[in-house]
Each structure stands twice: as C-alpha cells, then as structure tokens.
C-alpha cells in the first residue's frame, strides 16, 4: 500500500523511475546523490528507505543496482 511522500522523496522517485526506464537498472548511490545535488550517501540512504517503507519502491537487499520501483 502506498502513502503520501515529501517533495524531495517525490524528486528522488522520478528521478528513480526515470533513470532505471533509460538504462534498466537502478542509479549508484553517487549517481542520485549528484541528481538530487544532496552531500552525504546517507540522506540518498535514508530517502530510499522512507520510499520503501511507504510502499514506493522494493529494493533487494545486499544487491547493488536492485531497486524497483513500484507503480
């Protein structure tokens, strides 16, 4: 079940959804913290988390590049 998100959970989702829509699989951790023009892996860490939780996207854990966005 999906819940409502922040803007910039929003911002990160579309940028998730896109990116893996052009290349198949998901951004590096790098890659969306440039994106998103954020410091630290850990707010990218952090927001993933907060999407997953709230049904936005699945991600397999201890696998890179394994997110899925859920529509």
Known sequence: MKYGITKKQLKLFNFL?????KNIT???????KIALDLNSKCTISAKLKQLEERGWIEKMNGKNRSIRVID
Do not use: R, V
Request: charged share 40%.
């Open 17 to 21: 959804k896109d990116y893996i829509k």
């Open 26 to 32: 998901s951004p590096s951790y790098d890659e969306m």
